[in-house]
Structure formats: structure tokens, C-alpha cells
């Protein structure tokens, strides 16, 4: 029962952060819509875009662990499949970090 309950908020968690990158993507888009539209206020337009770092920090989770899911496919043995782990493992990390898009 606990671990359909985690399961449960798992994918609850999942939607979410769907959910806000789908807003955060219609805000640039709402943005970019009004920029064009208003042009009389030149270059005073600012974009204030709202920051939702939990989400940035789940969905770069989310990408480094399909990186590693990735990697594992390789195996391992030969000078290849080692080379692409370790770029992955670098690679994974910097998505967690945020370095990488």
C-alpha cells in the first residue's frame, strides 16, 4: 500500500511539473505575443518571466537520468560503450547542475 501511495505521488509530481512547463512556455509565448502587438512601447518592455526553480531542478533530474537510462544500453568492455558512459555521466551531471540545456 506505501508504495502505491509513493508511486502515486510520483506521477502525481510528474503532471505537475508538466503542467508548469506548459505555463511557463505559454508566458513566453503571451510575452513575445504582446511585444509584437504593442510596438509603441519600444524599448521599455521588460520580461519578467516567473522562476520556478523546483521545477528546473525536477525536469534536469528527469534528463540526467534519461542520459544515464541511455548509457546503460551501452553496457561495457569495450573502449566505446566506456567512452559514452563517461561523456553521458558528464553530460548527466551538467543537466543537473544546469549547465547544459
Known sequence: ???????????ERIALAAE????????VEFNEYCRRECEDVGDTW????????ATDAFLAEVRAQGVEMFSEKFGGGTLLSNMVKEVAADFAAKLRKGVAQ
Open 46 to 53: 521588460v520580461d519578467d518571466f516567473t522562476e520556478t526553480p
Open 1 to 11: 500500500m506505501a508504495q502505491e501511495a509513493t508511486e502515486k505521488l510520483v506521477q
Open 20 to 27: 508548469n512547463t506548459a505555463l511557463k512556455k505559454s508566458e
